[in-house]
Protein backbone atom coordinates (compact mmCIF):
# COMPACT_ATOMS: atom_id res chain seq x y z
CA UNK A 1 0.00 0.00 0.00
CA UNK A 2 0.95 3.27 -0.97
CA UNK A 3 0.92 6.11 2.43
CA UNK A 4 1.83 8.81 0.23
CA UNK A 5 -0.34 12.53 0.31
CA UNK A 6 1.06 15.31 -2.40
CA UNK A 7 -0.51 18.84 -1.17
CA UNK A 8 -0.91 21.78 -3.46
CA UNK A 9 -2.87 25.28 -4.32
CA UNK A 10 -5.62 25.51 -6.56
CA UNK A 11 -5.33 28.84 -7.41
CA UNK A 12 -2.30 31.61 -7.58
CA UNK A 13 -0.42 30.60 -4.44
CA UNK A 14 -0.29 30.98 -0.66
CA UNK A 15 -2.97 29.16 0.54
CA UNK A 16 -1.31 27.81 3.49
CA UNK A 17 0.20 25.30 1.98
CA UNK A 18 3.04 25.16 4.62
CA UNK A 19 0.85 25.46 7.47
CA UNK A 20 -0.81 21.95 6.07
CA UNK A 21 2.61 20.37 5.21
CA UNK A 22 3.55 20.98 8.53
CA UNK A 23 0.14 19.32 9.93
CA UNK A 24 0.13 15.95 7.83
CA UNK A 25 3.70 16.04 8.63
CA UNK A 26 3.21 14.96 12.44
CA UNK A 27 1.38 11.61 11.53
CA UNK A 28 4.42 11.48 7.87
CA UNK A 29 7.67 10.32 8.33
CA UNK A 30 9.07 12.16 5.15
CA UNK A 31 8.57 15.15 3.27
CA UNK A 32 9.69 16.25 -0.05
CA UNK A 33 9.89 19.38 -2.03
CA UNK A 34 9.44 18.29 -5.61
CA UNK A 35 9.48 21.71 -7.76
CA UNK A 36 10.55 25.28 -7.82
CA UNK A 37 13.24 27.28 -5.69
CA UNK A 38 13.52 29.98 -3.20
CA UNK A 39 11.18 31.77 -5.08
CA UNK A 40 8.23 30.35 -2.87
CA UNK A 41 8.58 30.64 0.54
CA UNK A 42 6.22 28.59 3.36
CA UNK A 43 5.28 30.21 6.50
CA UNK A 44 4.84 27.89 9.60
CA UNK A 45 3.76 28.81 13.39
CA UNK A 46 4.26 26.24 15.60
CA UNK A 47 5.28 26.22 19.29
CA UNK A 48 5.65 30.28 19.59
CA UNK A 49 8.39 29.75 16.46
CA UNK A 50 7.45 31.50 13.51
CA UNK A 51 9.24 29.60 10.17
CA UNK A 52 9.88 31.35 7.02
CA UNK A 53 11.29 28.20 4.69
CA UNK A 54 12.40 29.19 0.66
CA UNK A 55 13.89 26.01 -0.56
CA UNK A 56 13.78 23.52 2.85
CA UNK A 57 10.70 21.58 2.73
CA UNK A 58 7.91 22.36 5.40
CA UNK A 59 9.09 19.16 7.57
CA UNK A 60 11.76 20.83 8.90
CA UNK A 61 10.08 22.30 11.86
CA UNK A 62 8.93 18.87 13.04
CA UNK A 63 12.64 17.45 12.22
CA UNK A 64 11.19 15.38 9.78
CA UNK A 65 13.57 13.61 7.18
CA UNK A 66 13.43 16.39 4.19
CA UNK A 67 13.58 15.48 0.41
CA UNK A 68 14.89 18.22 -2.15
CA UNK A 69 13.99 16.45 -5.38
CA UNK A 70 15.64 16.72 -8.91
CA UNK A 71 12.04 18.58 -9.91
CA UNK A 72 13.57 21.71 -8.23
CA UNK A 73 16.20 24.15 -8.44
CA UNK A 74 18.90 25.01 -5.81
CA UNK A 75 20.36 28.16 -4.68
CA UNK A 76 23.32 26.38 -2.45
CA UNK A 77 23.75 29.94 -0.62
CA UNK A 78 20.22 29.98 0.05
CA UNK A 79 19.62 26.83 1.01
CA UNK A 80 22.91 26.63 3.50
CA UNK A 81 21.73 30.09 5.24
CA UNK A 82 18.27 28.13 5.89
CA UNK A 83 20.57 25.24 7.77
CA UNK A 84 22.46 27.59 9.93
CA UNK A 85 18.79 29.31 11.08
CA UNK A 86 17.66 25.66 11.84
CA UNK A 87 21.02 24.69 13.66
CA UNK A 88 20.23 28.01 15.69
CA UNK A 89 17.26 26.87 16.34
CA UNK A 90 18.55 23.23 17.82
CA UNK A 91 16.68 21.65 15.08
CA UNK A 92 18.21 18.43 13.86
CA UNK A 93 19.21 18.38 10.14
CA UNK A 94 17.57 15.35 8.57
CA UNK A 95 18.16 16.24 4.47
CA UNK A 96 18.41 14.26 1.43
CA UNK A 97 19.27 16.65 -1.54
CA UNK A 98 19.12 15.23 -5.22
CA UNK A 99 22.57 15.19 -7.00
CA UNK A 100 19.92 15.69 -10.88
CA UNK A 101 18.33 19.35 -9.46
CA UNK A 102 19.73 22.48 -10.79
CA UNK A 103 21.97 24.62 -9.46
CA UNK A 104 21.12 28.65 -9.28
CA UNK A 105 24.11 30.74 -10.13
CA UNK A 106 24.49 34.71 -9.64
CA UNK A 107 24.12 34.89 -13.63
CA UNK A 108 20.70 33.16 -13.48
CA UNK A 109 19.58 36.00 -11.37
CA UNK A 110 21.31 38.67 -13.42
CA UNK A 111 19.50 37.34 -16.35
CA UNK A 112 16.20 37.13 -14.75
CA UNK A 113 15.93 40.90 -13.88
CA UNK A 114 17.05 41.59 -17.59
CA UNK A 115 14.45 39.42 -19.08
CA UNK A 116 11.74 40.44 -16.93
CA UNK A 117 12.30 44.01 -18.24
CA UNK A 118 13.23 42.73 -21.96
CA UNK A 119 9.78 41.54 -21.75
CA UNK A 120 7.73 44.52 -21.24
CA UNK A 121 3.83 43.73 -20.89
CA UNK A 122 4.22 39.77 -20.59
CA UNK A 123 6.54 40.55 -17.99
CA UNK A 124 5.36 37.68 -15.03
CA UNK A 125 6.78 39.78 -11.96
CA UNK A 126 9.32 37.12 -10.86
CA UNK A 127 10.90 37.38 -7.27
CA UNK A 128 14.54 37.56 -9.54
CA UNK A 129 15.80 35.01 -7.69
CA UNK A 130 17.07 33.01 -11.31
CA UNK A 131 14.26 30.26 -11.19
CA UNK A 132 13.03 31.15 -14.78
CA UNK A 133 16.55 31.11 -16.24
CA UNK A 134 18.03 28.00 -14.22
CA UNK A 135 15.00 25.74 -15.83
CA UNK A 136 15.88 27.11 -19.04
CA UNK A 137 19.19 25.81 -18.81
CA UNK A 138 17.89 22.67 -17.53
CA UNK A 139 15.62 22.69 -21.00
CA UNK A 140 19.05 23.85 -23.01
CA UNK A 141 20.65 20.60 -21.66
CA UNK A 142 23.68 23.06 -20.54
CA UNK A 143 22.68 23.27 -17.25
CA UNK A 144 24.80 22.19 -13.93
CA UNK A 145 23.43 20.13 -11.53
CA UNK A 146 24.51 19.66 -7.96
CA UNK A 147 26.08 16.04 -8.95
CA UNK A 148 28.87 18.72 -10.84
CA UNK A 149 27.94 20.87 -8.12
CA UNK A 150 30.29 18.77 -5.33
CA UNK A 151 32.77 17.46 -7.90
CA UNK A 152 34.89 20.46 -8.74
CA UNK A 153 36.75 18.74 -11.85
CA UNK A 154 33.15 18.10 -13.30
CA UNK A 155 32.14 21.39 -12.47
CA UNK A 156 34.89 23.60 -13.63
CA UNK A 157 34.67 23.59 -17.49
CA UNK A 158 30.75 23.19 -17.79
CA UNK A 159 31.13 26.08 -15.90
CA UNK A 160 33.32 28.00 -17.82
CA UNK A 161 31.37 26.95 -21.34
CA UNK A 162 27.99 27.94 -19.02
CA UNK A 163 29.73 31.91 -18.26
CA UNK A 164 30.81 32.34 -21.75
CA UNK A 165 27.50 31.84 -22.92
CA UNK A 166 25.60 34.13 -20.44
CA UNK A 167 28.19 36.57 -21.09
CA UNK A 168 27.61 36.85 -24.48
CA UNK A 169 23.61 37.49 -23.69
CA UNK A 170 23.77 40.00 -21.14
CA UNK A 171 26.55 42.42 -22.36
CA UNK A 172 23.97 42.83 -25.19
CA UNK A 173 21.92 44.37 -22.37
CA UNK A 174 24.80 45.90 -20.05
CA UNK A 175 27.90 46.12 -21.44
CA UNK A 176 29.29 46.65 -18.17
CA UNK A 177 28.35 43.44 -16.78
CA UNK A 178 31.29 41.04 -15.76
CA UNK A 179 31.40 37.94 -13.59
CA UNK A 180 34.53 36.29 -12.87
CA UNK A 181 34.97 32.92 -13.38
CA UNK A 182 37.15 31.90 -10.66
CA UNK A 183 35.52 33.43 -7.93
CA UNK A 184 32.57 31.85 -9.06
CA UNK A 185 34.25 28.48 -9.05
CA UNK A 186 35.57 28.82 -5.74
CA UNK A 187 32.12 30.38 -3.83
CA UNK A 188 30.43 27.38 -5.59
CA UNK A 189 33.40 24.85 -4.93
CA UNK A 190 32.21 25.46 -1.41
CA UNK A 191 29.37 25.22 -1.29
CA UNK A 192 29.41 21.64 -2.83
CA UNK A 193 31.97 20.38 -0.44
CA UNK A 194 29.35 22.13 2.48
CA UNK A 195 26.41 20.17 0.77
CA UNK A 196 28.10 16.78 -0.09
CA UNK A 197 26.91 15.19 2.98
CA UNK A 198 23.25 15.44 1.90
CA UNK A 199 23.35 14.41 -1.70
CA UNK A 200 22.22 11.31 -2.98
CA UNK A 201 19.85 9.85 -5.75
CA UNK A 202 16.48 10.54 -4.55
CA UNK A 203 14.76 8.99 -6.81
CA UNK A 204 15.56 5.21 -6.15
CA UNK A 205 15.54 6.37 -2.25
CA UNK A 206 12.18 7.69 -2.37
CA UNK A 207 10.85 4.85 -4.10
CA UNK A 208 12.69 2.25 -1.82
CA UNK A 209 11.22 4.61 1.37
CA UNK A 210 7.41 4.33 -0.41
CA UNK A 211 7.70 0.72 -1.26
CA UNK A 212 8.23 -0.42 2.19
CA UNK A 213 5.82 1.43 3.68
CA UNK A 214 6.79 5.05 4.53
CA UNK A 215 4.51 8.13 4.79
CA UNK A 216 5.50 10.69 2.58
CA UNK A 217 4.04 14.50 2.45
CA UNK A 218 4.73 15.65 -1.17
CA UNK A 219 4.69 19.56 -0.96
CA UNK A 220 4.79 21.82 -4.16
CA UNK A 221 5.84 25.45 -4.08
CA UNK A 222 3.77 27.78 -5.86
CA UNK A 223 0.12 26.51 -7.21
CA UNK A 224 -1.86 25.31 -9.82
CA UNK A 225 -2.17 28.38 -11.85
CA UNK A 226 1.12 29.60 -11.60
CA UNK A 227 2.36 26.21 -13.24
CA UNK A 228 4.22 26.38 -16.66
CA UNK A 229 1.78 23.80 -18.55
CA UNK A 230 -2.07 24.49 -17.24
CA UNK A 231 -1.64 27.50 -15.60
CA UNK A 232 -1.79 31.44 -16.44
CA UNK A 233 0.83 31.27 -18.98
CA UNK A 234 3.18 33.38 -19.48
CA UNK A 235 2.08 34.86 -16.03
CA UNK A 236 3.75 32.01 -13.87
CA UNK A 237 6.34 30.15 -12.96
CA UNK A 238 8.26 28.04 -14.75
CA UNK A 239 7.59 24.07 -13.64
CA UNK A 240 4.84 22.45 -12.90
CA UNK A 241 3.98 22.95 -9.21
CA UNK A 242 0.69 20.95 -9.10
CA UNK A 243 0.17 16.91 -8.32
CA UNK A 244 1.09 16.62 -12.03
CA UNK A 245 4.69 17.47 -11.28
CA UNK A 246 5.03 15.06 -8.51
CA UNK A 247 6.51 11.82 -10.77
CA UNK A 248 8.48 14.05 -13.06
CA UNK A 249 10.05 16.20 -10.36
CA UNK A 250 10.52 12.87 -8.11
CA UNK A 251 10.60 9.88 -9.55
CA UNK A 252 7.71 8.52 -8.05
CA UNK A 253 5.33 6.94 -10.77
CA UNK A 254 1.72 7.98 -11.31
CA UNK A 255 0.23 4.93 -9.87
CA UNK A 256 2.02 5.52 -6.41
CA UNK A 257 0.51 8.41 -5.63
CA UNK A 258 -1.87 7.54 -3.20
CA UNK A 259 -4.19 10.69 -2.22
CA UNK A 260 -4.06 14.52 -3.26
CA UNK A 261 -5.07 17.43 -0.87
CA UNK A 262 -5.58 20.95 -3.10
CA UNK A 263 -5.80 23.86 -0.82
CA UNK A 264 -8.11 26.53 -1.44
CA UNK A 265 -8.57 29.95 0.87
CA UNK A 266 -11.82 31.90 1.76
CA UNK A 267 -10.64 34.54 -0.98
CA UNK A 268 -7.74 34.50 -3.69
CA UNK A 269 -4.63 36.49 -4.14
CA UNK A 270 -1.94 36.21 -6.15
CA UNK A 271 1.69 38.29 -6.86
CA UNK A 272 3.09 39.18 -10.06
CA UNK A 273 1.50 40.19 -13.60
CA UNK A 274 -1.65 39.21 -15.33
CA UNK A 275 -5.21 39.74 -15.36
CA UNK A 276 -6.86 38.58 -12.49
CA UNK A 277 -10.82 38.34 -12.78
CA UNK A 278 -11.84 38.95 -9.44
CA UNK A 279 -9.62 41.56 -7.92
CA UNK A 280 -10.60 44.04 -5.61
CA UNK A 281 -8.85 47.25 -5.98
CA UNK A 282 -11.13 48.94 -2.78
CA UNK A 283 -10.97 49.25 0.83
CA UNK A 284 -12.05 45.57 0.97
CA UNK A 285 -9.23 44.53 -0.46
CA UNK A 286 -6.96 46.58 1.80
CA UNK A 287 -9.02 45.23 4.72
CA UNK A 288 -8.88 41.19 3.33
CA UNK A 289 -4.82 42.20 3.36
CA UNK A 290 -4.30 43.30 6.94
CA UNK A 291 -6.36 40.67 8.17
CA UNK A 292 -5.03 37.74 5.94
CA UNK A 293 -1.16 38.49 6.22
CA UNK A 294 -0.88 38.78 2.59
CA UNK A 295 2.85 39.73 2.21
CA UNK A 296 5.07 37.85 0.32
CA UNK A 297 7.30 35.25 2.46
CA UNK A 298 10.04 35.86 0.29
CA UNK A 299 10.07 39.18 -1.28
CA UNK A 300 7.82 40.76 1.67
CA UNK A 301 5.86 42.39 -1.37
CA UNK A 302 1.71 43.37 -1.21
CA UNK A 303 -0.35 40.70 -2.57
CA UNK A 304 -2.99 41.49 -4.92
CA UNK A 305 -6.23 39.94 -3.36
CA UNK A 306 -10.11 38.93 -4.52
CA UNK A 307 -12.89 37.06 -4.02
CA UNK A 308 -13.13 33.60 -4.03
CA UNK A 309 -13.07 32.24 -7.83
CA UNK A 310 -14.58 28.61 -8.12
CA UNK A 311 -14.90 28.46 -11.65
CA UNK A 312 -10.59 28.51 -12.19
CA UNK A 313 -10.64 25.94 -9.00
CA UNK A 314 -12.89 23.76 -10.89
CA UNK A 315 -10.43 22.84 -13.85
CA UNK A 316 -7.67 22.69 -11.40
CA UNK A 317 -9.56 19.99 -9.46
CA UNK A 318 -10.40 17.97 -12.81
CA UNK A 319 -6.89 18.27 -13.97
CA UNK A 320 -5.48 16.89 -10.88
CA UNK A 321 -7.22 14.51 -10.05
CA UNK A 322 -8.29 15.78 -6.62
CA UNK A 323 -9.54 13.74 -3.63
CA UNK A 324 -10.31 16.20 -0.92
CA UNK A 325 -10.29 20.31 -0.09
CA UNK A 326 -8.57 21.97 2.41
CA UNK A 327 -9.95 25.29 3.06
CA UNK A 328 -8.07 28.21 4.35
CA UNK A 329 -8.00 31.76 6.27
CA UNK A 330 -12.06 32.04 6.53
CA UNK A 331 -10.78 34.42 9.80
CA UNK A 332 -9.21 36.51 7.54
CA UNK A 333 -12.85 37.63 6.06
CA UNK A 334 -14.51 38.94 9.48
CA UNK A 335 -16.23 41.83 9.70
CA UNK A 336 -16.63 41.92 6.01
CA UNK A 337 -20.33 41.77 4.69
CA UNK A 338 -21.14 40.66 2.17
CA UNK A 339 -18.57 38.37 0.40
CA UNK A 340 -18.94 37.24 -2.84
CA UNK A 341 -17.98 33.68 -4.88
CA UNK A 342 -17.10 33.53 -8.29
CA UNK A 343 -19.08 30.83 -10.12
CA UNK A 344 -18.24 31.16 -13.64
CA UNK A 345 -17.41 33.48 -16.27
CA UNK A 346 -19.34 35.44 -19.08
CA UNK A 347 -17.92 36.25 -22.42
CA UNK A 348 -19.43 38.40 -24.81
CA UNK A 349 -22.90 37.36 -23.60
CA UNK A 350 -22.03 33.71 -23.64
CA UNK A 351 -21.33 31.54 -19.76
CA UNK A 352 -18.45 29.42 -20.61
CA UNK A 353 -18.26 25.91 -19.60
CA UNK A 354 -15.32 25.56 -18.83
CA UNK A 355 -12.14 28.30 -17.51
CA UNK A 356 -10.33 29.33 -20.51
CA UNK A 357 -6.72 29.00 -19.88
CA UNK A 358 -5.56 31.50 -22.50
CA UNK A 359 -4.83 35.15 -20.42
CA UNK A 360 -5.94 36.39 -23.86
CA UNK A 361 -9.55 35.69 -23.48
CA UNK A 362 -9.83 35.73 -19.24
CA UNK A 363 -8.64 39.45 -19.95
CA UNK A 364 -12.05 39.78 -21.73
CA UNK A 365 -14.05 37.96 -18.99
CA UNK A 366 -17.03 39.21 -16.68
CA UNK A 367 -16.93 37.03 -13.34
CA UNK A 368 -20.47 35.65 -12.32
CA UNK A 369 -20.64 36.21 -8.17
CA UNK A 370 -22.85 34.71 -5.59
CA UNK A 371 -23.12 36.78 -2.62
CA UNK A 372 -23.17 35.60 1.05
CA UNK A 373 -23.45 37.36 4.44
CA UNK A 374 -20.63 37.59 6.58
CA UNK A 375 -19.52 36.91 10.00
CA UNK A 376 -18.36 39.54 12.43
CA UNK A 377 -15.10 39.85 13.55
CA UNK A 378 -13.21 37.99 16.80
CA UNK A 379 -9.71 38.04 18.72
CA UNK A 380 -7.03 35.48 18.01
CA UNK A 381 -8.38 34.07 21.35
CA UNK A 382 -12.07 33.71 20.57
CA UNK A 383 -10.72 31.85 17.11
CA UNK A 384 -8.93 29.71 18.96
CA UNK A 385 -11.72 27.88 21.11
CA UNK A 386 -13.81 27.79 18.25
CA UNK A 387 -11.29 25.81 16.88
CA UNK A 388 -10.71 23.50 19.77
CA UNK A 389 -15.01 23.00 19.89
CA UNK A 390 -14.95 22.13 16.07
CA UNK A 391 -17.20 22.67 13.30
CA UNK A 392 -20.33 23.27 15.31
CA UNK A 393 -19.14 26.27 17.05
CA UNK A 394 -18.68 28.02 13.92
CA UNK A 395 -20.91 31.75 12.81
CA UNK A 396 -23.98 29.84 11.10
CA UNK A 397 -23.26 32.73 8.36
CA UNK A 398 -19.74 30.97 7.66
CA UNK A 399 -20.69 27.68 8.09
CA UNK A 400 -22.95 28.62 4.84
CA UNK A 401 -19.97 29.96 2.62
CA UNK A 402 -18.27 26.69 3.34
CA UNK A 403 -21.20 24.72 2.58
CA UNK A 404 -21.87 26.74 -0.66
CA UNK A 405 -18.33 26.14 -1.55
CA UNK A 406 -18.60 22.25 -1.31
CA UNK A 407 -21.86 22.09 -2.82
CA UNK A 408 -20.60 24.40 -5.87
CA UNK A 409 -16.87 22.12 -6.56
CA UNK A 410 -18.89 19.08 -5.83
CA UNK A 411 -16.08 17.89 -3.19
CA UNK A 412 -15.61 16.95 0.27
CA UNK A 413 -13.81 19.44 2.48
CA UNK A 414 -11.21 17.40 4.95
CA UNK A 415 -10.11 20.69 7.01
CA UNK A 416 -10.59 24.02 8.05
CA UNK A 417 -8.39 26.44 8.76
CA UNK A 418 -9.12 29.46 11.13
CA UNK A 419 -5.67 31.17 11.93
CA UNK A 420 -2.00 30.30 11.16
CA UNK A 421 -1.56 28.05 14.17
CA UNK A 422 -1.62 24.29 13.57
CA UNK A 423 -3.97 24.75 16.42
CA UNK A 424 -6.59 26.71 14.70
CA UNK A 425 -7.47 23.83 12.63
CA UNK A 426 -10.98 22.09 12.48
CA UNK A 427 -11.02 18.39 11.31
CA UNK A 428 -13.78 17.00 9.37
CA UNK A 429 -12.14 14.17 7.81
CA UNK A 430 -9.03 13.06 9.48
CA UNK A 431 -8.11 10.26 7.03
CA UNK A 432 -4.86 11.48 5.45
CA UNK A 433 -2.55 8.78 4.69
Keep these: MNNNVAIFGLSWGDEGKGKFVDYFAQRADIVVRYNGGNNAGHTINADGIKYKFKIMPSGAALEKECIIANGCVVDPKVLLEEIDDLKKLNKKINLKLSSTAHVIFPFHRTLDALEEVMKGKYSAGTTKR ?240 KSFQGWKARTRAEWLEIAQKGYDALPETMKTYIQSIKEELGMDIAFLSIGPDRLETIVLDNDIF
Excluded at 133 to 161: Q, V
Excluded at 204 to 220: C, P, Q, R, T
Excluded at 299 to 310: C, F, H, M, Q, S
Aim: aromatic share 10%; proline share 5%.
Design 130 to 369: GIGPTYSDKASRWGLRIFDLINPEIMRPKLDKLLSIKKKLIKVYDPDWNDNLESIFEEYKSYGELLKPYVIDTAYYLNKLNDSGKKIVFEAAQDNLLGLDHGFYPFGTSSNSNALGISAGTGIPPTKINKIFGIIKAYTSRVGEGKFPTELVDDTAERIREQGHEYGTVTGRPRRVGWLDLFNIKYGIMINGVDKIILTLLDALEGIDPIKICTGYELNGRILESWPIQHEIIEKCIPIY
